[in-house]
């Protein structure tokens, strides 16, 4: 592993005064560090703040009783979300490695959770990045005069395609398609050319350009590590909030955009009696804020050992929040104008979850607004500049982890190692850029990233808190910043937290609709596979239980001790007086 350069080196009196143990400390430290500190808060942010945040904040709000449902929100974000966004900030900078190696300093048979974390982050880049080559696709597109999702006029429209923005006496039926849906559907997906899970149809070629492309964007951005990473995010972490603002005031100016507000923000006191709206909750503020992916860890092993981790976890938290709230203004005053122009209620255009939000009915508004070719260019990009931001992370995290556990063989070979994992998520990417790829894309996001992530970092909450110990982890961060968490934090990690992430898993378990994408009906053998794709991350933790245990010397209870006590305690060699505590 690489040290803390000599400048984080302590004294003896002050080692005496905070007995936790530091860090194996050296003179030299080759491992890279960010070049400002805004580089680094603009990763964690761009990480956090991704196409989720436009799209599932404003649909789960308005769902769950509006205003009503910012209470159980910031709730589940003060008492979970936020402690182990901290928890695992704290963690990579004290500790300075990646996801694998960092358990040999805290528990070591929980190191399986590190290959775990590497899986689940492999699955996401397998679909992650095909929706990003979408909104590169539609990007592309947007360079017309007349948009093409506009019209019925095109050879990829059928009989059911009702464009009913300014025209009067449209009739819209349960058969009606908008243009907007078709070009989505049977033009960028072309899904009329497959037939399900079971004949996906062929490679779509455009798709396949775009994303080659948005690969290479990654690999070029990544291939230096954070020197180049931290350039890149000043722009595509910043270039969102420039959009968001200029679509929100286009948004507040149309007519009816305030129905939209209402809509979103109505409170719906009732709703709060429901478990689900609690569920929820605490799913969208754990995914939104991105706790177990290995990527805040990866980030914050880059920082100075005494950087004030506490203070960037709320800030980054605050603005992570912030954004999804504003997303919810840009999103309903455009589906209040669009409920205007039908002549529906609100609730009625905003059906729509996930993609189809992003991809039929936000570009069905812009189509009809005036400058829409502007406002569908600058919107694109944003999509692609968040989804970019969230790939870098997760991405930097598999490298970090991987490179950090297996030095002597990738420390001067990082160009290669990047473009090889690059290489490998690329061709994990094929199958979805099918005609039927958007099945394939949904299963990966339902199971790829699903109850395994919540169940590795609440095994992970449950290793530092319990095993590692709230104490040895607190007198780590008094030896960073110089003051011990409060005793709010500490209740978080060792209660709270684990029992909010239990919730959230025995909740989805128990809770599971049928798994449906348009009008197709997933076939019961591919949610066999998808759970066989969940279980195939998770797996890892108690595989590598069993080998630690195996391939560990002495009896039952000496193996025991010697896999649950952290290894640099051990390994530790007395240095100077005075430079290094001495070991507990």
């Not at 909030?241 to 009816?256: D, E, F, S």
């Not at 992970?460 to 011990?484: P, R, T």
């Amino acid at each position: 592993m690489s040290a803390p350069p000599a400048e984080f080196l302590i004294t003896g009196q002050a080692a005496l005064a905070n007995p936790s143990p530091a860090p194996l400390l050296t003179q030299a430290d080759s491992r890279d560090k960010w070049r400002k500190k805004m580089d680094f808060l603009l990763s964690v942010i761009g990480f956090a703040v991704d196409l989720g945040n436009v799209w599932r904040f404003p649909y789960i709000c308005y769902q769950n009783g509006g205003g009503a449902f910012l209470i159980p929100y910031i709730l589940m974000a003060v008492f979970g979300g936020v402690p182990l966004f901290y928890m695992e900030l704290a963690l990579g900078q004290f500790h300075r490695v990646g996801a694998i190696p960092i358990w040999k300093h805290i528990c070591p048979i929980f190191k399986g959770i590190g290959f775990a974390i590497c899986i689940i982050g492999l699955y996401v880049s397998f679909y992650y990045n095909t929706i990003i080559a979408w909104a590169l696709y539609y990007f592309c597109s947007s360079f017309t005069h007349t948009l093409p999702w506009t019209s019925c006029d095109n050879p990829w429209n059928t009989p059911n395609c009702t464009s009913y923005f300014g025209k009067s006496n449209v009739t819209w039926t349960n058969h009606s398609k908008s243009p907007a849906e078709e070009f989505y559907v049977r033009k960028v997906l072309e899904l009329q050319n497959s037939q399900g899970l079971s004949n996906v149809g062929g490679i779509r070629w455009q798709l396949l350009l775009c994303l080659f492309l948005i690969f290479t964007i990654v690999y070029f951005s990544l291939w230096k590590g954070v020197k180049t990473s931290g350039k890149v995010v000043w722009v595509t972490a910043t270039l969102p909030y420039a959009v968001l603002l200029i679509l929100l005031i286009r948004g507040a100016t149309l007519p009816g955009a305030w129905r939209g507000i209402v809509f979103y923000l109505r409170p719906n006191w009732e709703k709060l009696t429901s478990t689900a709206v609690w569920v929820d909750a605490a799913a969208q503020i754990f995914f939104s804020l991105g706790p177990g992916f290995g990527v805040l860890l990866a980030l914050s092993s880059y920082n100075s050992f005494h950087n004030n981790c506490y203070r960037d976890a709320i800030i980054t938290s605050v603005v992570n929040c912030l954004t999804s709230f504003l997303s919810g203004f840009v999103i309903f005053t455009v589906l209040g104008y669009m409920a205007e122009m039908r002549d529906v209620e609100v609730e009625d255009v905003a059906r729509d979850r996930g993609p189809s939000l992003l991809f039929i009915t936000y570009p069905e508004a812009i189509a009809n607004m005036v400058g829409s070719t502007f406002f569908a260019i600058i919107f694109f990009l944003m999509m692609i500049t968040l989804g970019l931001d969230s790939t870098f992370g997760g991405l930097e995290a598999m490298i970090t982890a991987i490179m950090d556990e297996y030095p002597h063989l990738l420390a001067k070979q990082r160009e290669l190692f990047v473009l090889g994992l690059i290489t490998t998520c690329f061709l994990g990417s094929v199958a979805t850029l099918t005609s039927g790829g958007s099945y394939i894309v949904k299963l990966l996001e339902e199971f790829g990233a699903g109850c395994s992530i919540l169940a590795v970092v609440f095994l992970e909450s449950i290793a530092v808190s319990w095993f590692y110990g709230i104490q040895q982890f607190c007198n780590d961060v008094k030896a960073m910043l110089g003051f011990a968490p409060g005793i709010y934090w500490q209740v978080c990690w060792a209660a709270v937290s684990p029992a909010f992430l239990a919730f959230i898993i025995a909740s989805s378990l128990l809770d599971q609709p049928p798994l449906t994408l348009f009008d197709y009906q997933y076939p019961d053998w591919s949610i066999l596979v998808g759970y066989l794709i969940g279980a195939s991350s998770f797996i890892c933790i108690p595989v590598y239980m069993v080998y630690k245990l195996i391939w560990t010397p002495g009896s039952l209870k000496q193996r025991l001790a010697v896999c649950l006590r952290p290894e640099r305690r051990a390994q530790e060699q007395p240095m100077e007086p005075g430079l290094m505590p001495p070991a507990p």
